[in-house]
């Protein structure tokens, strides 16, 4: 396993082994399972933060966090739950559904908080939302569920009547409905969609270039976290070949895509880091109803834009959350 799978990643101290930690003091630990890398997820530790101090935790005084990173192979994440599980962590935060599954799978007995964007009864990590039974609950936020509306406002920028590029996770649970959603909403907005795959090693370049040779104008990417680890790539790639983008997640706008439309992640992320700290204080995640996420936002880059040489259309400007110039 690599050195930074054992570095605690608040405050840079080695994880301790369990004698010498249980000899220095008492405090909670959150163990936190992520299927991508300290740097891909280095953005929704500040929400989760801000919930957990919320609930009256700061780990610079009364709680310790030690993370897990499977570095986009999901086939990892078995071990690292495992590892948590060893370790006695009082609670594992699970950052999206294979490290939620993973975990759920390596303890009935340690209570688990996760995000997803997928439906959470139909994946079976709870029973229903309003009472998740077991040891498990946390938020969703259902990005899947706004694959065509995305898609959508993706074929009102894009050349009428040019292909549309997807580009899709080889290795992930959601891939199969994400494909199936968008190739139904495309033949509802009469645009033709072809689809390429990721390999889990992140070469990106390849499916692109496959999706410009079908003569592609415009790029849609699955509402999967495993492209926050791609993100450098792929707007690098969009900007070369001037492809308008679209994703689920502002993250990849900000670094230079064109828009996103989908929830408020950074609220659903804090959202879940308040109920990690609820259950350090006695709650029961039986007793804590699945939150779904209630904000939505869409966010353009104008500068991205004008690089393309789009007029973005001023219904969806007027519509927009954030607009980055």
Do not use: C
Request: no cysteine; net charge positive; charged share 15%.
């Amino acid at each position: 396993m690599r050195r930074r799978d054992f570095i605690l990643a608040l405050g840079g101290a080695a994880v301790m082994p369990l004698p010498t930690r249980a000899q220095q003091s008492a405090m909670p630990i959150i163990g936190m399972l992520h299927s991508q890398t300290p740097e891909s997820e280095a953005s929704r530790m500040a929400p989760i933060l801000q919930g957990l101090r919320e609930a009256g935790f700061d780990p610079n005084r009364n709680v310790t966090i030690e993370h897990r990173y499977a570095e986009g192979r999901n086939d990892r994440l078995p071990a690292l739950a495992a590892v948590l599980v060893q370790r006695q962590v009082n609670v594992i935060f699970a950052n999206t559904t294979p490290p939620a599954t993973a975990a759920k799978a390596a303890t009935a007995a340690i209570p688990i908080v996760f995000v997803t964007g997928v439906d959470p009864v139909k994946v079976g990590l709870v029973a229903s939302l309003n009472r998740p039974g077991g040891n498990v609950t946390g938020v969703t936020f259902l990005s899947n569920a706004l694959v065509a509306k995305r898609l959508e406002l993706l074929s009102d920028i894009a050349p009428p009547a040019s292909p549309i590029g997807m580009l899709a996770a080889q290795v992930n649970p959601n891939t199969e409905t994400d494909v199936n959603d968008a190739i139904a909403a495309a033949k509802a907005l009469g645009r033709t969609l072809h689809v390429t795959k990721v390999a889990p090693d992140g070469d990106v370049e390849e499916p692109v270039a496959v999706l410009l040779n079908l003569g592609v104008k415009a790029l849609f990417v699955a509402p999967q976290a495993d492209f926050r680890m791609w993100r450098q790539q792929l707007v690098l790639l969009a900007a070369r070949y001037a492809l308008p983008t679209s994703f689920s997640s502002s993250d990849l706008v900000t670094a230079g895509g064109l828009m996103s439309y989908g929830p408020d992640q950074a609220d659903s992320y804090r959202q879940a880091g308040n109920y990690v700290g609820r259950i350090l204080k006695g709650e029961r995640p039986a007793n804590l109803p699945v939150m779904q996420s209630t904000k939505f936002e869409l966010v353009i880059n104008l500068k991205t834009a004008k690089a393309l040489g789009i007029a973005v259309p001023a219904p969806m400007l007027a519509l927009a959350t954030n607009v980055i110039e």
